[in-house]
């Protein structure tokens, strides 16, 4: 399980190597060479590529099963073009993509592994969200292909830990995020707000300032409840001075109803009698949701540093900013954030060609970075990669937030990537509830630690 | 009227084929499921057997779970409702309009569109009228400001919203049957009666209700089923939510074992939900037979 | 005073012609519309100009004519083996006199109660098995088990009332039971056969969740599946997913109007005797 001593790793990890607009050291500068090498000539030298030749008359199906449905956005560019290239150049290896939409992929996984019938390639959350797959050993582990031509070292110091169970590392992540909120600049200068708030309080102000020019202050599509998590737990790291709750929680340290929580609440419902949110939010999935940001009708929006391409790509490209999430009743620290390390790639352990699959996603996840970096998507990458983003032409709010995570001293995971899912389902609609009835902030707590000591 | 005599073996080539196929396809899964609702089971790592623990849970520790049967039962109840209003437009369709099977046909078009489709434009009647939302846009220029709502996020409404267009998209279904049964009294039962002096709706009282009678239990028990398994368009419009307010019976058997990950649970609500079916179609049954018997 | 009543009743009559019929006309609308159009909200305005550009991108860019002869593959091949194998049970239960023929029904009856999201797990663990996962037998093996208890209902209620002097005098003549259910039963049965078709048909066509789950390969996915994944891909295009939507929906629209006075008069003969 994720403990604090990996947290601590991941943020001095975080620190050391988010440098995205540095180029990158010796060692992962050696790695993209051989990353290139091996994919422009597969027969040479290198251990892995070996093995590959030595079974190229084999045909081999590989099944992919992936999230990014969308053929407008880099992710989706980025899995096609990668296997489309494989596929060049092992001409014996099909790659059949089965792509589906978040919610599905989730089901339709549960619902394999029930039946110990996983694809070889699919796609699951970190730590506590992937644990009960990885306890029923559906997983391969990936050690080897990861040290097989370096590809471990090209990951963030410490990222693949969340990863990781018992010293074996089971899937790949698509990334490495942290929470931020972005706002619209132009509808700031048009409800004369000039700084951007750096206190919850501040922030209570220009949400009514922004309400009574008729601007949704926040966007949020509350029908996929965890975007409302997202924020609230923005919230409870600031109120609780700092991470590791949830983590203390789980450790018998501290229950819900401890005051940090209660606060927690109390503010997440002062945003909301605020007016905070778009009316009608619990109905609006969160594409939708982001979509209002995106389409400029509103002027701030809590969400993961993945979003960057897509608001760049968007109608509000270059009116947007961002800024740290604001310290609440004065606690907290700004450069603590909301950590969201990518969804990732495993390998089925019931792979009928567990060795090609292995190979493919070697050869899939050293060539994510450049690709990505190509497709203008490279903020929040979970690997090193050469080149500067400024030069490379990526905007200022992309830069800014790469900017953001050289702050980072620390954070937390999603509740849902800590709990189990149980307790995760009922916090969910916990906070889902605040957003159309005032409740007791006591009883919202005692709420949380029922089910927690229910589904322990 | 049942005159062939056939062998065995007959019988069998006609009937073992369709019946293996679901037997094995929908009788075999669900004893399956309801073996699973014994389970402490998350689906992936091996299962445990509590017995009716998962029972006792869902009766006395879960708060979603009545809430979510009454939900559905109103659901069956207004679905019920819905029937006689259907059988009133249908006499009066037969009795009106001559050809009456094109309006039939039209009322029935919202029954052939996937749900997908329906919860996109039940959604966009619903949004609030800052997002355009025709209702509330309809009110506020009728001046009703003070009637719009949410409706779909106000945890005492949302659920009435769901119904409503449940009962829209079905209202064509049930006035088929209805219409169709209507439609297949024969004529010469009006013709005499109205000899005896028997017109219009006193017909409809001594012909028409009577001979219904087999055709309304049908609707009744199809919608009875029907709402009792209400799933896609909870799903696609509000997913059970805010915080469970328009939960019912199958959302919250898909999230707890798919969201949750307690399959064994989900199973538990699964059985709870077929037997609730069978025990109260046999009760309708039972109802009917009795209206039946004391009409002939 | 009677033309005024008149009146009335053809209000009420007209008045579900317009709430019925309005979601086609406004998927159409909204089909051709830009994405500001659409994001306005204005839910009665005409679009400015038409988009028919949104229709040739949704075509494009979602496989549409693959998803459409998976689907009328699927859909045709489990439509014909409903109709034979519940008409054939249907006939037994009606017409034969054997002991078991209420059991049969009573079972056939109960699998009505049955909801399908309940047995997804089970299905897969039994696929599995016999192997058949990401093939399109995956789905046309449950569709046909979960689509014959309507239609042994419907059709061995119209199959009750054929008069018996037909199959008699056939039998007399020496005419076998296959040969009477074939050329004899089968041809009059034709409306009930047309609601059971119209029936399976709507269910099959739009069914997802089993079609999303036991299917993994692009070449084998159905319509219902393109349509869904272009829905939740809100970030694109609001236009392209309703000509998308539209075209999901043009086959079943089509199929229903050319049929539609067939359903009513096989719903009849099936309902008369539940």
């Keep these: ?456 | 009227m049942k005159v062939l005599k056939v062998p065995a073996r007959t019988i069998a080539v006609f009937v073992l084929p369709c019946l293996l196929l679901y037997v094995c396809l929908v009788f075999i899964p669900i004893l399956v499921s309801l073996y699973t609702g014994l389970l402490k089971w998350d689906g992936l790592t091996s299962a445990q057997f509590v017995g009716f623990g998962n029972f006792k849970d869902m009766f006395f520790n879960d708060p979603v779970f009545w809430p979510s049967v009454r939900r559905t039962l109103l659901y069956a109840v207004a679905s019920m409702l819905e029937i006689p209003l259907c059988l009133g437009m249908a006499i009066l369709l037969n009795r009106y309009v001559r050809r009456g099977n094109t309006l039939v046909s039209i009322y029935f078009t919202p029954v052939i569109l996937s749900v997908v489709i329906i919860g996109q434009l039940w959604k966009t009647v619903y949004n609030p009228a800052s997002m355009g939302g025709m209702l509330n846009g309809v009110l506020i220029s009728l001046g009703l400001d003070s009637w719009t709502h949410n409706w779909l996020t106000e945890p005492k409404i949302a659920m009435f919203a769901l119904y409503f267009v449940s009962l829209w998209q079905f209202f064509g279904y049930h006035l088929l049957i209805q219409y169709t049964g209507v439609q297949n009294i024969p004529d010469e039962l009006y013709e005499a009666a109205k000899i005896d002096g028997a017109d219009g709706f006193k017909a409809d009282r001594y012909i028409t209700l009577p001979l219904i009678v087999p055709i309304f239990k049908i609707s009744i028990v199809l919608a009875f089923i029907g709402s009792l398994q209400a799933f896609d368009l909870v799903m696609v419009m509000t997913a059970g939510g805010p915080a469970h307010a328009t939960d019912v019976i199958s959302t919250h058997m898909y999230n707890s074992s798919f969201m949750s990950l307690k399959y064994g649970y989900g199973s538990a609500i699964a059985s709870f939900l077929v037997i609730v079916c069978l025990v109260f179609t046999g009760f309708i049954n039972t109802i009917f037979n009795r209206i039946e018997r004391k009409f002939n | 005073m009677r033309k005024f009543k008149k009146g009335i009743v053809y209000l009420l009559f007209a008045i579900p012609v317009v709430t019925q019929l309005y979601p086609l006309l406004w998927l159409v609308l909204y089909s051709l519309k830009t994405n500001e159009e659409i994001m306005d909200g204005s839910f009665f305005s005409f679009p400015k100009s038409f988009q028919w550009h949104n229709y040739s991108e949704a075509y494009t860019s979602g496989s549409y004519l693959k998803y459409l002869s998976n689907s009328v593959f699927v859909t045709g091949v489990t439509m014909i083996c409903v109709i034979v194998l519940a008409s054939m049970v249907a006939y037994a239960i009606s017409r034969f006199r054997w002991k078991y023929g209420n059991i049969v029904m009573t079972i056939f009856l109960m699998g009505m109660m049955i909801p399908m999201q309940a047995t997804l797990l089970p299905l897969m663990i039994i696929f599995k098995n016999i192997h058949v996962l990401n093939t399109h037998l995956s789905l046309i093996l449950p569709y046909i088990a979960f689509s014959t208890p309507i239609a042994v209902f419907i059709l061995s209620g119209f199959m009750r009332d054929i008069p018996h002097e037909i199959e008699e005098s056939a039998f007399i003549d020496g005419a076998s039971v296959y040969r009477i259910f074939r050329s004899i039963i089968l041809p009059v049965s034709i409306p009930p056969v047309m609601t059971v078709c119209i029936l399976t048909f709507i269910n099959i066509w739009n069914e997802y969740i089993l079609a999303a789950t036991f299917i993994s390969s692009e070449k084998l996915k159905t319509l219902p599946f393109g349509v869904y994944t272009f829905v939740s891909q809100y970030s694109v295009n609001y236009g392209n997913i309703g000509a998308f939507l539209v075209m999901g929906a043009l086959p079943v629209i089509l199929i229903y109007f050319f049929l539609s006075n067939k359903i009513t008069k096989g719903m009849v003969a099936g309902a008369v005797k539940g």
């Design chain 1, 1 to 456: 399980m994720v403990n604090r001593k990996m947290k601590t790793t991941f943020t001095v990890a975080l620190t050391a190597a988010m440098a995205l607009s540095v180029a990158a050291c010796g060692n992962s500068n050696d790695n993209s060479k051989n990353n290139a090498a091996s994919s422009a000539a597969p027969d040479k030298t290198n251990s892995g590529t070996a093995t590959n030749t030595t079974k190229s008359d084999k045909k081999v199906t590989i099944t992919f099963q992936n999230i990014y449905p969308d053929p407008t956005t880099p992710s989706y560019k980025m899995v096609h073009e990668l296997s489309e290239q494989y596929e060049k150049e092992h001409p014996n290896v099909k790659i059949e993509l089965d792509t589906l939409n978040t919610d599905q992929q989730k089901v339709k996984l549960k619902t394999q592994a029930a039946s110990k019938e996983v694809p070889d390639i699919t796609i699951v959350n970190p730590a506590a969200q992937m644990k009960p797959f990885v306890d029923a050993g559906l997983f391969a582990p990936l050690n080897d292909m990861l040290d097989q031509n370096g590809l471990k070292d090209t990951y963030q110091t410490g990222l693949l830990d969340y990863y990781s169970f018992d010293g074996n590392v089971y899937a790949l992540p698509d990334g490495n995020n942290i929470e931020v909120v972005f706002y619209n600049k132009d509808l700031f200068a048009q409800a004369g707000i000039a700084n951007t708030p750096t206190t919850f309080e501040e922030m209570l102000k220009d949400v009514k300032i922004l309400k009574d020019k008729g601007i949704t202050p926040l966007a949020i599509g509350e029908k996929d409840s965890w975007t409302g998590s997202f924020l609230f737990m923005n919230i409870l790291l600031r109120t609780n001075g700092g991470p590791g709750f949830l983590q203390d929680v789980m450790d018998g340290k501290k229950t819900f109803e401890d005051p940090a929580f209660v606060e927690a609440v109390d503010a997440f419902q002062q945003l909301v009698q605020a007016g905070a949110f778009p009316d009608g939010a619990t109905s609006i999935d969160a594409n939708a949701g982001g979509n209002i940001f995106k389409s400029g009708k509103a002027a701030m929006w809590v969400i993961g540093s993945w979003e960057t391409g897509a608001v760049d790509a968007s109608s509000v490209a270059g009116k947007v900013g961002a800024f740290q999430f604001p310290t609440v009743n004065g606690k907290g620290d700004p450069n603590e954030f909301m950590l969201a390390p990518g969804s990732a790639f495993a390998v089925s352990a019931n792979s009928e060609h567990l060795q090609e699959t292995k190979d493919f996603l070697n050869f899939f996840a050293s060539n994510l970075p450049k690709k990505q970096f190509e497709l203008k998507n490279a903020v929040g990458l979970g690997q090193k990669v050469d080149g500067d983003l400024k030069a490379a032409g990526y905007s200022d709010l992309a830069i800014t937030i790469a900017g953001l995570f050289n702050q980072v001293k620390g954070g937390d995971l999603s509740f849902d990537n800590t709990m189990n899912p149980a307790t995760s389902q009922v916090h969910l609609s916990s906070i889902q509830n605040l957003f159309v009835q005032k409740m007791d902030s006591a009883a919202v707590a005692k709420e949380h630690q029922t089910a927690f000591e229910a589904n322990k």
